[in-house]
């Protein structure tokens, strides 16, 4: 199974998808350490990556994909996947892969943006990610007000594992 924590930028992706990869004993993988020099450059200048940024990047997250469900190994993967189309092409019709999209409102997102460090991304960056969103139609939506453990507990209640 791949539980994909998708959503706009400073949803908690990153927080509760390696909280619920410990709660369930699964491995973690984060799709930020997925993109191309040129894309990180990109979105740390506040400039929104665009399709053709974004194909290697997907197409890297795919591999991965493919490659743990060949082994048959469970994953939690962290991504964005905003647009119908690339969710479209991460799923591939592979009936293990679940969407979970994080939501919250953009006065708390763009609150914890600001309190976080160390990050690439220029929080400036959350309005064009709203702007693009498209949730899956088969997602599970969470709602990320509570804690990490609590939205993890939800997930893991919401997708029964
Ligand atoms: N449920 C939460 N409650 C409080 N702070 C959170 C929560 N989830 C994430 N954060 C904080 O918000 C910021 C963005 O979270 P992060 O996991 O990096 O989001 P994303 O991976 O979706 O961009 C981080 O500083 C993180 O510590
Ligand atoms: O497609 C994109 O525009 C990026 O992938 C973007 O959606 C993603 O948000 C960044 O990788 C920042 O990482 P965080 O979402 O973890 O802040």
Same mark, same amino acid.
């Given at each position: 199974m791949i539980i994909v924590l998708m959503g706009v930028t400073g949803t908690g992706k990153t927080t509760v998808g390696r909280v619920l990869a410990a709660d369930l004993g699964w491995t973690f993988r984060d799709g930020d350490d997925y993109h191309p020099a040129a894309n990180i450059d990109k979105m740390r200048r506040g400039v929104p990556l665009n /399709?053709? /940024?974004r !194909?290697? *990047?997907l $197409? !890297?997250?795919g591999r991965l994909i493919d490659e743990t469900v060949a082994r048959g190994?469970?994953? &939690?993967? !962290?991504?964005? $996947?905003?647009k119908h189309r690339y969710q479209e092409y991460l799923r591939h019709n592979l009936a !293990? &892969?679940?969407?979970?999209?994080? *939501?919250?409102?953009?006065?708390l997102i763009q609150k914890r943006l600001a309190s976080r460090t160390g990050h690439f991304m220029s929080p400036t960056l959350l309005s064009s990610q709203f702007a693009i969103l498209e949730p899956p139609a088969d997602a599970i939506l969470v709602e990320v007000s509570g804690t990490p453990q609590e939205i993890a507990s939800e997930i893991r209640r919401k997708l029964g594992v």
């Open positions: /399709d053709d /940024d !194909a290697p *990047w $197409a !890297a997250l190994e469970n994953l &939690v993967l !962290a991504c964005s $996947a905003l !293990a &892969v679940h969407y979970v999209e994080l *939501w919250g409102p953009p006065e």
